[in-house]
C-alpha cells in the first residue's frame, strides 16, 4: 500500500483530482491522508466533502480550523462570514450526514512513524500526551452535546499550557493548537496576530516547531495550514499546505523510508 499525505484543499475538488490522476491513486490499493481543511473559501466544498467519504478507509482526514467551522456553523453556533463557501453543504439534503462524518474525524492521526495534524503542537507536550489530549476532545465531538463544545470553543486565551487549565480552558487551547497555531515564544505561549512566513514576524516570536527543546523534536510530524510557509521540510516536521486555494499549487508528498513530493499548479479560486 502507497500512502499519501495532502495539503489543505479547502474546496478545490476540481486541483484534488488533477492531483490524483498525476499520482495514479487507486482506492483499493492506496490511502491518502489529508492534513485538514477540506472545506470553505474555494468553489466545490460539497463535491469535496462527498468524495473523500466515498473513498471509505482509503481516506484518513484530521480536523482543520474550516472544518470545525462547517459543524459550528451547522449546529448554530457560528454565523457565516463573508468570504464563506459553505452555503451548498448547508444546503445539501445530506448535509447532516456529511457533518456527522467530518465530526468524527480525528485531530491527530498516528501510523507508520508519522504523526498527522493540520496546525501544530504545543511545544510541552510528548507525542503520546498530544494523543491522549486530542483524544479526549474527539470523545466530545462525537458525544452526544457536541453543539455546545462550539459554545466554548472560540477564543485566544488561554495561550500557554498548563495542567491546571479549567476543562473549557484546556479544550479550548487544544484545539487552537492542533487547528490554529503556527507562531510561538520560545516558552510556548501561542500568538495569533501573525501568519506570514517566518522571518516577517517579530523576534520574540518563532514557529512552533523550532521552539527550542520542544518535546516532540524526534517524531515525524506532517501538518498544513500554513500556507504563506509553502512546503517545507525541516526540524522533522513536513509542512504541506502550498496555498491551493491562493493558486499556489496543491502538493502530495508520498510516505516511506525517503519522501517523495508531488504538485500541481491551482487556479486561484
Known sequence: MSIYAIGDIQGCYDSLRRLLDKIAFDPGHDQLWFAGDLVNRGPKSLETLRFIKSLG????CVLGNHDLHLIATAVNQRKLKAKDSLGPVLAAPDCDELIHWLRHRPLLHRDKGFNLLHAGLAPQWSIKQAEKLAR????????KHYADFFKHMYGDKPDIWSEDLSPFNRTRFVVNCFT???YCDASGRL???YNGPPG????HLMPWFMVPDRKTQKDTI???HWSTLGFYHGYNCYAIDTGCLWGGELTAIKLGKTIKKYS???KQS
Open 222 to 224: 506532517i501538518f498544513g
Open 200 to 203: 516577517s514576524q517579530p523576534d
Open 136 to 143: 479526549q476532545v474527539e470523545r466530545i465531538l462525537q458525544g
Open 57 to 60: 478507509d482509503a481516506a484518513i
Open 180 to 182: 490554529r497555531m503556527r
Open 264 to 266: 500541481i499548479r491551482c
Open 191 to 193: 500568538d495569533f496576530h
